[in-house]
């Protein structure tokens, strides 16, 4: 007991140096627990996410745009896979993890929820959502543990790619016809909110950040990030002369920040619990997915067999 005591502070000793946590350095119980939910659950936000965007590929409305959509698709699927190897490390495997989203216990995030209903969609995706995920993923890019950290770096390039032609979509429309500027306002409005609540409950209700802030996985709180968050999209918003949803959005000379209204945290735990727009159908989609994908993870493990026998022999 002593000893695991010394451990947990000699560990506390090393986050408080900055030093970088590796797979098989010794670590707490706990912490690889809660990375193990936090990656696991951004790995499966990461290929859920690639469904609202998914949509749309055969319905993009020229050539570069249906290029650029493909490969900002195929991106999230690729940070899905650095995500499970990071996820790997600590000692739970890829079936493991998956099994646990199938059952309902391991959780996605709650943007993906929601329809993409328009090809404005496509642009207050890339803006917002991918927007949001930049905030929070600087941020992580900086945490303690190095596989998980080292992930965020080469996520975030991509992310950035991924914004720009976001908004690039968005400021096209904006300053097209009026039928495509009522399209993108509307994008706005559904987005605005759900794209908030990306960045998880508030401080005062979120029960793993004390952990999690502790151990330097996260380095600043669900609140600041979302603050950061929302003062960077008010100016982008006004550059392109659209309207956030929010009637108590204001600027507030004391704190340099912008005031924003109440969010509907009914609404998040209920998406959360799985009872979002479009909860059953993501998941669906992900059971039929991996259901239909069976027979390449059979082949792969039988050619693996068969040339390890022939190494072995
Ligand atoms: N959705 O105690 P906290 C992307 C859960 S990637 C669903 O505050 P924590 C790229 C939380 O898990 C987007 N559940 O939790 C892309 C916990 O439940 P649990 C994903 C949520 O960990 C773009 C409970 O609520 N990014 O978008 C959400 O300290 C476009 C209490 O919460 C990441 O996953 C939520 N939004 O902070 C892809 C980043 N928020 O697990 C395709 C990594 C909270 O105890 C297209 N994760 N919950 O049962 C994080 O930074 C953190 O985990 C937070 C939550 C900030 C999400």
């Given at each position: 007991?002593?000893?695991?005591?010394?451990?947990?502070?000699?560990?506390?000793?090393?986050?408080?140096?900055?030093?970088?946590?590796?797979?098989?350095?010794?670590?707490?119980?706990?912490?690889?627990?809660?990375?193990?939910?936090?990656?696991?659950?951004?790995?499966?936000?990461?290929?859920?996410g690639m469904l609202p965007e998914g949509n749309w590929i055969?319905?993009a409305?020229?050539?570069?745009?249906?290029?650029v959509l493909l490969?900002k698709v195929q991106d999230e699927?690729?940070?899905?896979?650095?995500?499970?190897?990071?996820?790997?490390?600590?000692?739970?495997?890829?079936?493991?993890?998956?099994?646990?989203?199938?059952?309902?216990?391991?959780?996605?995030?709650?943007?993906f929820?929601?329809?993409s209903?328009?090809w404005?969609d496509m642009g207050t995706i890339g803006?917002?959502v991918d927007?949001?995920?930049?905030?929070?993923?600087?941020?992580?890019?900086?945490?303690?543990?190095?596989?998980?950290?080292?992930?965020?770096?080469?996520?975030?390039?991509?992310?950035?790619?991924h914004?720009?032609q976001g908004?690039?979509?968005?400021?096209?429309?904006?300053?097209?016809?009026?039928?495509?500027?009522?399209?993108?306002?509307?994008?706005?409005?559904?987005?605005?909110?759900?794209?908030?609540?990306?960045?998880?409950?508030?401080?005062?209700?979120?029960?793993?950040?004390?952990?999690?802030?502790?151990?330097?996985?996260?380095?600043?709180?669900?609140?600041?990030?979302?603050?950061?968050?929302?003062?960077?999209?008010?100016?982008?918003?006004?550059?392109?002369?659209?309207?956030?949803?929010?009637?108590?959005?204001?600027?507030?000379?004391?704190?340099?920040?912008?005031?924003?209204?109440?969010?509907?945290?009914?609404?998040?735990?209920?998406?959360?619990?799985?009872?979002?727009?479009?909860?059953?159908?993501?998941?669906?989609?992900?059971?039929?997915?991996?259901?239909?994908?069976?027979?390449?993870?059979?082949?792969?493990?039988?050619?693996?067999?068969?040339?390890?026998?022939?190494?072995?022999?």
């Open positions: 007991m002593e000893d695991l005591a010394k451990l947990e502070q000699e560990f506390q000793a090393r986050i408080d140096r900055g030093e970088i946590i590796e797979p098989k350095d010794w670590m707490p119980e706990r912490y690889r627990k809660q990375l193990i939910r936090m990656i696991s659950q951004h790995a499966h936000s990461e290929v859920v055969s319905r409305p020229s050539l570069r745009r249906k290029k490969a699927a690729g940070h899905g896979l650095y995500l499970y190897c990071a996820a790997e490390t600590l000692g739970i495997s890829r079936d493991e993890m998956i099994d646990l989203l199938h059952q309902g216990k391991a959780k996605y995030s709650s943007i929820n929601y329809p209903l328009t404005a803006w917002f927007g949001a995920a930049i905030v929070n993923q600087t941020m992580l890019a900086k945490g303690s543990y190095g596989p998980y950290a080292r992930a965020m770096i080469r996520i975030c390039k991509e992310e950035s790619f914004k720009k908004y690039e979509i968005v400021a096209n429309m904006a300053k097209g016809t009026p039928a495509q500027r009522k399209m993108v306002q509307d994008a706005v409005n559904r987005w605005w909110w759900p794209s908030l609540m990306m960045f998880g409950p508030p401080d005062n209700n979120s029960p793993n950040s004390a952990e999690l802030l502790k151990w330097k996985v996260k380095k600043n709180t669900n609140d600041e990030l979302r603050q950061r968050f929302v003062n960077m999209t008010v100016k982008q918003a006004q550059a392109v002369k659209l309207t956030l949803p929010d009637p108590d959005l204001k600027y507030n000379e004391e704190t340099g920040n912008w005031d924003y209204g109440q969010i509907d945290w009914d609404e998040f735990w209920n998406v959360v619990k799985g009872n979002g727009p479009m909860n059953r159908e993501r998941m669906e989609a992900h059971r039929k997915a991996h259901d239909d994908g069976a027979w390449v993870r059979e082949a792969a493990r039988a050619y693996h067999a068969k040339k390890s026998g022939r190494n072995a022999a």
